[in-house]
């Protein structure tokens, strides 16, 4: 059964910091990985897609990357500002439709 | 153009009624998927439309929900005689389809349902 944790739960940094969110999953046989942000009472936003086949896909300051081996994914955030501030979720689909999200970190930038 | 819709975005209904909640997924998208999010919960999968036909509804909780979706496009979720534990915000989204990065979701608001 995949299962699908994120660490930190909760994250709080200054402006301008870079940090890297983590997500690893128990089994490798995936089909992709979508990185989602999700502001309060809102539905998600999505932030890149990695497949399988891919290591990693950057789109302007974030960056995620994809160890299928290890069973690990990070997001990178480059110059955190404070409209960065969100739940940031990992989803991972494996073969078939289902897609399993981790339960999140919330992040904090401080101004 | 225009995202992922849902309706309605609040529910409130008493124990025991039918209530129904609509997902109008992007123009063109063919895949939709319905989720389900409790209060400090993760996302939790319900089921997966291809088209009008559902390959995998093995989320569904109970068989007092149902979905269905027609002409490819609108999507209805029906949770029959409701219960406490059903309340939470619901989830709808769509990607374009299966493959490479049109399998990408996007999602709706949510329609948040609290049953009393």
């Known amino acids: 059964k995949q299962e699908v944790t994120q660490i930190p739960a909760a994250l709080s940094v200054p402006e301008g910091e870079n940090l890297v969110l983590n997500c690893s999953f128990t089994?490798?046989?995936?089909?992709?990985l979508q990185w989602f942000r999700q502001d309060p009472g809102k539905g998600l936003t999505s932030l890149l897609l990695?497949?399988?086949?891919?290591r990693e896909q950057t789109s302007g300051r974030l960056n995620a990357s994809l160890d299928k081996s290890s069973g690990r994914s990070t997001l990178y955030i480059a110059a955190s500002q404070p409209g960065d501030s969100a739940t940031y979720l990992c989803?991972?689909?494996?073969?078939?439709?289902?897609?399993?999200f981790g339960a999140g970190t919330r992040l904090f930038v401080k101004a | 153009g225009a995202g992922v819709s849902q309706s309605p975005s609040n529910k409130v209904t008493e124990k025991g009624k039918d209530v129904e909640l609509r997902c109008d997924p992007i123009?063109?998208?063919?895949?939709l998927y319905w989720y389900r999010q409790s209060l400090g919960q993760g996302l939790e999968f319900l089921i997966y439309?291809?088209?009008?036909?559902?390959?995998?509804k093995s989320g569904l909780p109970s068989d007092r929900f149902s979905a269905e979706r027609t002409g490819g496009s609108v999507s209805t979720l029906t949770i029959q005689r409701t219960q406490q534990e059903d309340s939470a915000v619901y989830l709808c989204?769509?990607?374009?389809?299966?493959?490479?990065?049109?399998?990408?979701?996007?999602f709706g608001p949510g329609t948040r349902l609290t049953v009393l």
């Open positions: 439309f291809q088209g009008n036909s559902a390959p995998d």
């Open positions: 989204a769509s990607s374009p389809g299966l493959a490479g990065l049109t399998d990408t979701q996007y």
């Open positions: 123009s063109g998208h063919t895949a």
């Open positions: 990695i497949q399988s086949s891919q």
């Open positions: 089994d490798s046989a995936i089909y992709n």
């Open positions: 989803a991972v689909k494996a073969g078939g439709f289902k897609t399993i």
